[in-house]
Each structure stands twice: as C-alpha cells, then as structure tokens.
C-alpha cells in the first residue's frame, strides 16, 4: 500500500537575469510522478541541480508546489489549510543536508531536540527533557551532551542530532535530504548505518535523496534517476543498476569506482544532444520504467 503518491508535480520559479529584464520562468520539477510504499526505502538520485532536493520539499509543502498533487495517508497534502499541515508535519519530518547550518548555532542541543515538542504543544518540561535524553540514546550521543551546543561537536554527531531533531513527534514518513554528502568517508557509513537501523526498528518509510550512487544500492528498495527536472528511470534498485535502460543512467552507472584498482570499467560519455527529452515514461521490464 502506497503511503506517499505523488502525481505530476511541478516548480516553477520567476527569475531575472538582470535589474532591467523581464522575469522569466524556470522550471526545476517537471511532471514527477512516483508512489513509496509503507515501509520502503525510495531512492531519489541526480546531479546537483537535477531538482530532486526541490521535490522533497515540495512534498512537505516547504516550497509550495506550481502545480501537481501530493497524497500522504490518502489525503491531499497540496490542500490542507495551515493548522492541518502543521499536524501533518507531526507524522511527515526532514533531515537536511548541512548540519552545520540546519542547527541554530545559538540554541543547546536539548533546546533544538525539543523544540519540535515545543511547537506541537508538549508544555511539560520534565517529559521533554526525559524525551530528549531517549532521543540522544537513539542516534548513539549520550543525554549529557543535551546541554552543549552544536558548535561542541563532529559534523557526524551534528548530524546524529538533526535526526533526533526529525524523530521527536515519532513521525512515520522521513525525507533525508543528501544527509552525509557532507560528511567524510568513515562518518558517512555511521551515519548510514545508524539510519538503516532506525529504519528498521521504528519501521519508517524513507525518501532517500542523494548524489552518491553507491549510497543508494545500498539502501534503497526502489529508485528514481532525475535529469533536468524530469525522472528519467525508475524500478527496482537491482534492475536499474543491473540492466539501465536510460542513456543518462547508463553513464551515471558507469563513473561509479570500481574498488578493485585492477579492474576496468568502460566510462559511457553522456550525449545530451542525442536524447529525446519529450520521451515519456514507459515500461521496459516488470515495475522498470525509462523515458527512452
């Protein structure tokens, strides 16, 4: 069962290319469509640029959307009023790429791990504060650091905080926004690993937005490949890396390092010129699907 159905969504920004022209639209998603199942793990992969961290914040209506619809839970999410996306918020949370600007400098660890509680109406301090050190448990910080600030901590453990931060109202549908891209080799595969197991044990379903293919075989059950706005491949992780149908895919396949330094693999040069960037989705294998 679909928990997230996302159906023709659209952004578009006005933008001038200088004081004296006239605005003129740019748009960073184009007619994306894809469901995630309840309890899966969907890849959203591309370049920087290709509009996939734009999709997952329109999802959450953090950017408003241009066009499109958003169901979570069978309800419309492009339509709730604020009072209602703010409850939604409460089941619907985000990891964000950078740690180090996506944690007030100026707030204690225990201030910004509670504060989604605070927003959400939890006045006892007492059961915040015991709420908070069961938070730092779970992303492997000891509550006694509840008191530093960020600026007291590794980039891996600003991050470990910002997922107690997205855990605290026991949301069931997490975004996690390029959540290592930042961080170096040995940390990012803690980081990985804490939130394939926090996956697993509070039985998440995850949006995994990344750059980084090797990230995502890993993780993911399903992926989606964004080129220009658009999704260009789609399916089952193990059918997309082992027969890619898109030629964009093909070569991104194809730049992934080898850790067998006397092995050989074939780079595929991209051709943009030679794809038909119309070209709409459509099956090429069983739940497979490349706009070719």
Known sequence: MAILEVRHLTKTF????????????????????????????????????SGKTTTGRCILRLIEPTSGEVRFKGEDVLSFAPARLRAARRDMQIVFQD?????????????????????????????????????????GLEPSMARRHPRDFSGGQRQRIAIARALALEPSFLIA???????????????????????????LTCLFIAHDLRLVENVCTRLAVMYRARIIEMGPTAAVFGSPKHPYTQAL????????????????????????????????????????
């Open 177 to 203: 926004d390029e959540p290592v891209s930042s961080l170096d080799m040995t940390v990012q595969a803690q980081v990985m690993d804490l939130l394939m197991d926090l996956q697993r044990r509070l039985k």
């Open 253 to 292: 396949l194809s730049a992934i390092p080898v850790p067998d330094p006397a092995a050989r693999r074939q780079r595929i040069v991209f051709n943009d010129a030679a794809i038909n960037g119309s070209a709409t989705l459509r099956a090429v294998g069983d739940g497979h699907f490349a706009a070719i």
């Open 99 to 139: 740690p180090y600007s996506s944690l007030n400098p100026r707030m204690r660890v225990s201030a910004i791990v509670a504060e989604p509680l605070v927003i959400h109406g939890i006045r006892d301090r007492t059961r915040r504060e015991a709420r908070v050190a069961e938070l730092l448990q779970l992303v």
């Open 14 to 49: 006005a933008q001038r290319r200088s004081w004296f022209s006239a605005a003129e639209a740019t748009t960073v998603v184009d007619d994306v469509s894809f469901d995630i199942e309840e309890g899966e793990t969907f890849g959203l992969v591309g370049e920087s640029g």
